[in-house]
């Protein structure tokens, strides 16, 4: 049966560095970061790591689709947050979906984005049920790196399976070639990078073509019949370059989105065909591929179902949620490249049993809470006996999601007092549409004023707390804006 | 019904130490001081207590749990002793626990002892601490300013004040408990201050600023209780009986359930509901002749005096501004300083409270002494959140009134 792409979802952390603020601190060390201090690359809040951005991307993907119609729940990155606890698995507990499904974490290569995405499309053939792929990155970079200005923070997700697809999955080909550009190695922090000029002439250039010419002869399609090459590559004209060498139509390439986003790591070629998707037109071919250790090349044909398709954020609607950063020393503080003094309130121990957060992750992790059967309240959490006290029925509260309700502001306050990585922390009492409250954390809150009580908030999952000495971090809901206003020039 | 404590029980002598940064005295210095202070004023031997309650808030920070640090300390005579916890409530507490043992007849006197050492932590402000293994899941990072300073956001909504009109009456608040700590000489803070100085604080929790909090101090409260009659019998005239106890406990709504609008505190209505039943009065704001209560920040005390049912709903801001509350007010609020100045050692607070009501009542104190003789006191210590909390309320008079 035919098999490919169902549904897109992106997600864009709403912080915009602008580089030219990273360039003014290390122009003395290196004025030849001059080139890359123009436009602006996506910046993770402090709570936000490759799952939380998955998870937000996942949500836009699956919009009002029925969570139960998946068999899996992929997730690639290089910068998972846990090396030995599935990463997907967390994404998965977050959406509320099923334990009866495939959970599967791809590492290890810039193009693990492409290589997942491969296999779910492989396996989503035979799965009955739709894969949910996901992918994102939070990359590591130093201090005046060139990933530093060239890299961004984002996700994307894309349900595939068969029947109604908004575009048909052609064919693939991959080139594994051990080329080692750059690697991170089991103890190392960040990447060690090899010369640009090779990477380019020995790396993009023979092997790049060396996949795509193989995938276009399998698939028998012409390179001038492509309509969109989604290539990520922040180095300049190496996907049109790489056009040219091909026989790919000029016009075929693909936004690499540097200017205002940068290059999200192992997530951008899927990041990329995510923001291709937005506009494309049935019988447009879109053919993806991406660079590391080999080349993945993916060829996808646009239905007439992608009209159909209901309205999401996508990444234009994540890159239009937007807020300019102008301060590189918070990058620098959330990614712990300087050592700042958090003072005493910092160093409250943040241990999770892991009995506890097991007993209550449908809680913690799902934002699960309970509804009355007998008097219809909805309360969070979940209790015994119901919060209403004219009812006070007991063992009467079923499973009531409450992630994905949009809530409003009865009360808050900006606090300088409690220890935040990104002072005042914001949080309130917010009230759900349909019943229910939360004294919540808020984020990605403007401090020039956007709060009033009655403003609309929807949650995101967020990292709640850090335990730096046992390496774990525990996640919740926050409450945010659902129409930010965009400020910050 | 329950015919209630009313006169059942008389305060035989009390004591409290200096509060504030007692940089060089243990929690059992400080206990130790405050209890001779009560021992003395009672004129009894210790050997004659029959039981203790022992509150702290915060004892890890301290002594530690159980009641036998309180033991230890005054070398009582391995009577029984209870130790109490129950957020800043906890000081009521411990008086609310040796006054039912009194009253329901096990004790003839019986020892109330609150003691909190906080400036061990190296940082101001309350200890940021831990709140339970499952609400760390899912809390919010709250500090006690964030989370009173959103009954402002509320109160503002809910009855239409302006920013500046709340956060004037707020200053006039603390400026007024500044006046009044100025003038007890056992009070942390001893400064006066104006309301500009106020206005223009740096910001804690919006809106609350610096002077919209009250101190972190150490210090410790003690109050020895007995029966009227046993009291007269050691030769005590003119006592200061207790005319009502009450505590109400948050339930959960006020956090989970929509019927709660954040501008005031259930717990505060109901238990004052209940006291001012149990002690027979009927108006509050003409009878009751002087109050402290649990200024944490200037935002709470505003919206108790409605919740306390002295100022009507939303008209708080006016009896403020008035000076109703003033010390030469109708109806002082916080006449020794209150939690803003005199301080705010938790396990204590509710006992020191009473204390100030005890010294007034029996003209005892000082320069802060009111002129009107007082004959209704009451006490309101709050402990938790305005979302999830404990209210105890006591009222103290004239035995008789």
């Known amino acids: 049966m035919e098999v490919g792409i169902l549904a897109y979802g992106g997600y864009i952390p709403q912080s915009r560095l602008q580089r030219s603020e990273i360039f003014k601190t290390h122009a003395w060390i290196n004025p030849g970061l001059k080139g890359l201090s123009k436009g602006e690359r996506s910046m993770a809040n402090w709570d936000e790591d490759s799952v939380t951005m998955a998870v937000e991307a996942a949500r836009d993907c699956l919009a009002d689709h029925d969570r139960n119609d998946l068999s899996g729940l992929y997730m690639a990155s290089t910068t998972f947050p846990f090396l030995d606890r599935q990463n997907a698995g967390i994404v998965a507990d977050a959406l509320s979906l099923s334990s009866g499904i495939q959970t599967l974490d791809f590492a290890s290569s810039q193009r693990a984005g492409t290589s997942g995405l491969t296999v779910a499309l492989q396996m989503s053939g035979n799965a009955g049920k739709p894969i949910l792929f996901t992918t994102a990155e939070k990359r590591h970079t130093k201090g005046a790196s060139t990933l530093e200005f060239t890299t961004g923070d984002g996700a994307a997700a894309l349900m595939v399976g068969s029947g109604d697809v908004i575009t048909r999955f052609v064919g693939s080909h991959t080139e594994a070639v051990d080329f080692v550009d750059h690697y991170r190695g089991e103890q190392a922090s960040y990447d060690y990078q090899w010369e640009e000029r090779w990477i380019r002439d020995e790396g993009y250039f023979k092997i790049v073509p060396a996949a795509v010419t193989a995938l276009l002869e399998k698939t028998g399609v012409s390179a001038t019949d492509i309509t969109t090459f989604c290539f990520p590559s922040a180095a300049r004209n190496v996907a049109a370059s790489l056009a040219k060498k091909l026989g790919l139509p000029e016009q075929s390439v693909a936004d690499n989105l540097q200017a205002n986003c940068g290059e999200t790591g192992t997530a951008h070629a899927v990041v990329m065909l995510v923001h291709a998707l937005e506009t494309a037109k049935p019988g447009d071919k879109i053919l993806v591929a991406s660079f590391g250790q080999g080349c993945d090349a993916l060829l996808f044909e646009v239905t007439d179902a992608i009209s159909k398709l209901a309205p999401r954020q996508g990444i234009s609607g994540s890159l239009a949620r937007r807020r300019a950063e102008t301060n590189y020393a918070k990058f620098q503080a959330f990614n712990k490249l300087v050592t700042l003094d958090l003072g005493i309130r910092a160093e409250v121990d943040k241990n999770t049993g892991l009995t506890t957060l097991y007993r209550n992750r449908k809680m913690a992790q799902g934002m699960v809470g309970g509804q009355c059967s007998k008097c219809g309240t909805a309360q969070f959490p979940k209790s015994n006996i119901c919060v209403n006290e004219n009812c006070g029925a007991i063992d009467t509260q079923e499973d009531y999601p409450f992630a994905d309700r949009v809530a409003k502001i009865n009360s808050f306050t900006a606090d300088r007092l409690t220890f935040s990585p990104n002072p005042p922390a914001y949080y309130g009492m917010v009230q759900f549409e349909g019943g229910g409250r939360l004294m919540a954390d808020f984020t990605d809150i403007d401090p020039e004023g956007e709060l009033e009580v009655g403003t609309n908030m929807k949650m995101m999952f967020r990292v709640k707390d850090y335990d730096d000495n046992r390496g774990f971090r525990r996640y919740f809901w926050k409450a945010t804006p659902v129409n930010p206003q965009s400020k910050g020039e | ?401």
């Open chain 2, 1 to 401: 019904m329950a015919s209630g404590i009313k006169d059942k029980v008389a305060i035989l002598g009390m004591g409290c130490s200096a509060f504030g940064e007692r940089w060089n005295d243990n929690a059992e210095d400080l206990i130790v001081e405050a209890f001779i202070e009560a021992i003395e004023d009672a004129g009894i031997d210790k050997s004659q207590i029959n039981a203790a309650w022992f509150s702290t808030g915060i004892e890890e920070q301290h002594v530690g749990k159980s009641a036998v640090p309180l033991s230890m300390a005054l070398r009582l005579p391995n009577i029984p002793v209870t130790r109490l916890e129950n957020y800043c409530a906890s000081g009521s507490e411990a008086f609310r626990g040796a006054t039912y043992a009194v009253a329901s007849g096990a004790c003839d006197i019986a020892l109330a002892v609150g003691v909190e050492k906080l400036k061990d932590t190296g940082y101001g402000g309350l200890p940021q601490r831990n709140r339970g293994s499952v609400n760390d899941l899912f809390w919010a990072n709250a500090s006690a300013p964030g989370s009173f300073a959103q009954l402002a956001t509320a109160y503002r909504a809910k009855h239409d004040v302006s920013a500046m009109d709340l956060k004037r009456a707020m200053a006039h608040i603390s400026v007024k408990s500044h006046d009044n700590g100025a003038k007890n000489p056992k009070a942390h803070l001893r400064n006066r201050i104006d309301e500009d100085k106020v206005m223009n604080a740096p910001m804690i929790a919006e809106p609350l600023g610096l002077f919209d909090c009250c101190g972190v101090s150490d210090g410790a409260a003690v109050a020895i209780v007995t029966t009227p009659e046993i009291a007269k019998a050691l030769g005590k005239k003119d006592l200061v009986t207790v005319k009502a106890m009450q505590l109400s406990a948050s339930n959960g709504r006020e956090a989970q359930h929509n019927s709660w609008d954040g501008s005031h505190f259930v717990t505060t209505r109901a238990a004052a509901k209940r006291a001012y039943e149990e002690a027979g009065i009927s108006n509050p704001r003409e009878q009751i002749s002087l109050f402290e209560v649990h200024d944490c920040f200037s935002i709470t005390e505003l919206v108790t005096m409605e919740d306390l049912f002295i100022s009507g709903e939303g008209r708080a801001v006016f009896d403020i501004m008035d000076g109703f509350f003033d010390a030469d007010g109708k109806v002082p609020c916080q006449i020794d300083g209150g939690l803003k100045c005199f301080g705010h050692p938790i396990g204590a607070s509710g006992l020191r409270m009473i204390y100030e009501m005890y010294l007034q009542m029996q003209g005892r104190a000082g320069e802060r002494q009111r002129s009107q003789e007082p004959i209704f006191g009451m006490t309101h210590n709050l402990g938790g959140f305005p979302h999830q909390n404990i209210c105890s309320i006591t009222i103290v008079g004239k035995e008789g009134a």
